[in-house]
C-alpha cells in the first residue's frame, strides 16, 4: 500500500486526484475529516484519519504501508511534523519515504537560502540518517502560486500580479507535473537514495507570467513591482497571518538576490512526463485567474 500524506492540501490532493485518474490505489490522510469531502469516492481511494505529530494516531494509517509520500504544509511547524512523522514510520515498519521537497529553482541547497529550503534540507537529512529507504522529490516554486487567494497570486479584482522581486526569473512547475512524477515514482523501483529536482520548462520574468495570464483570460492584467516593504504592509492588511508573512518576506527576498532561474527538467524525461508550459497552465486555469473559480485563499 502506498500512503500520501497531506492529501488535503494543494499538492496532496492534485497527487491524490493523479492516482484516482491512473486508476492507482493509494490511502490518503488526512486529519480534518470536513475537508477530505473531495476525496471520498474517488475510485482507489481510501481515506484515512490521523495526525502526523501524533503518533499514536498514526496506527491504522500506517498499517501495511510500502512507501509514503510525505507532505505537510510550509507554514505549520514542517520540521516538527515531517521529523516525527518519520520517526513514527519507521517505528511502524515502513520501508520507505520519498519526501516531498522543494527547492528555489537555481538556488541549490544554500544555507544562507529561503527558510523553507533550508528546513526542508534539514528533513532531508534526518530523513537520509533514519535508516530507512529514502527518495527526495524537489519542485522548484509551483504555477499554483499565481492564482488568486495565494500568497504569491494575482489580484483578480484589480487585474494586477503585485510583487518585488524585480526583473528576476522564475522557473515554475505545475504540480500537475509534479502528481505524474509522484505517482510513477511511487508505484516503481529502483529511486532509493536518490534526489529529483524538476521546475518548469521556462525561466520567466513576472511581466511575462502575467502577459501569459492575459492571454489565457482574454483581459489585461499587469505587472505592479513594488518595494518589499510595501507588498508585506499591503498582506498584513488584507489579514495574512505571520507565519506566511515570514515566508513571503524570505521568499522575495531570496528570488530578488537571484536574477537567474534555471530550467530541470531531466526529471520530467525520466518519468516521461510532459512539461507543462505556463501558458497552458493559464489557458486550463482561466476562470481561477479571472476570480470566477478556486482561489480558496490559502494563507
Ligand atoms: N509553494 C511552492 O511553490 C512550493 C514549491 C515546492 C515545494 N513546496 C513544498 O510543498 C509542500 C506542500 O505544500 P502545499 O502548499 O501543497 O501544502 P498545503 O496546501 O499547506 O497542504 C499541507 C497539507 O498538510 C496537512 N498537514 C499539516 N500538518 C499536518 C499534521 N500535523 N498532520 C496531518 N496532516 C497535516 C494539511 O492538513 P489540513 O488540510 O488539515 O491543514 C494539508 O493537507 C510543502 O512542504 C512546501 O514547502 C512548495
Known amino acids: 500500500m502506498i500512503l500520501v500524506t497531506g492529501a488535503t492540501g494543494l499538492s496532496g490532493s492534485i497527487v491524490v486526484q493523479e492516482f484516482a485518474r491512473q486508476n492507482a490505489p493509494v490511502r490518503a490522510l488526512v486529519r480534518n475529516p470536513d475537508k477530505a ?54 517505528a511502524a515498519g515502513v520501508p520507505h519515504i520519498v519526501k516531498y521537497s522543494g527547492k528555489e529553482s537555481g538556488v541549490g ?31 522548484s516554486q509551483f504555477m499554483e502560486f499565481y492564482l ?34 509522484a505517482v510513477a515514482l511511487l508505484n516503481s523501483d529502483g529511486h532509493e537514495g536518490r534526489a529529483y529536482d524538476m521546475t518548469g520548462p521556462e525561466a520567466l520574468t513576472m511581466k511575462e507570467v502575467v502577459e501569459h495570464i492575459s492571454a489565457a483570460t482574454g483581459t489585461a492584467f499587469r505587472h505592479v513591482e513594488l518595494p518589499l516593504e510595501d507588498k508585506l504592509r ?7 497571518p505571520e507565519p506566511s508573512i515570514r515566508i513571503l518576506r524570505e521568499l522575495f527576498a531570496e528570488r530578488g538576490r537571484r536574477p537567474e532561474s534555471e530550467v530541470r527538467l531531466e526529471t520530467h524525461r525520466t ?17 481561477a485567474f479571472l476570480g470566477q473559480a478556486g482561489g480558496d485563499g490559502r494563507w
Not at 529550503?117 to 540518517?129: D, F, G, N, P, V
Request: glycine fraction near 10%; hydrophobic fraction near 40%; charge should be negative.
Open 109 to 139: 541547497f544554500d544555507p544562507d537560502s529561503f527558510i523553507g529550503t533550508h528546513e526542508h534540507l534539514q528533513i532531508e537529512r534526518h530523513l537520509e540518517a533514519s535508516g530507512l529507504a529514502w527518495t527526495h522529490l524537489r519542485p
Open 37 to 90: 469531502r473531495k476525496l471520498h469516492g474517488l475510485p482507489g481511494v481510501e481515506v484515512v484519519e490521523g495526525d502526523m505529530l501524533r503518533p499514536e494516531t498514526l496506527t491504522a494509517a500506517l498499517r501495511g504501508v510500502e512507501r509514503v509520500l510525505m507532505i505537510s504544509s510550509p507554514r505549520e511547524r514542517m520540521v516538527e511534523t515531517q521529523c516525527t512523522f518519520i520517526d513514527a514510520a519507521k
Open 148 to 181: 488568486p487567494g495565494t500568497l504569491t497570486g494575482v489580484d483578480p479584482h484589480r487585474r494586477e500580479l503585485r510583487m518585488s522581486i524585480g526583473d528576476s526569473r522564475l522557473a515554475p512547475v505545475a504540480i500537475g507535473d509534479v502528481a505524474k512524477v
Open 234 to 240: 499591503e498582506c498584513e492588511e488584507a489579514g495574512m
Open 271 to 287: 518519468f516521461g512526463v510532459r512539461p507543462t508550459t505556463f501558458a497552458e497552465f493559464a489557458r486550463g486555469h482561466a476562470a
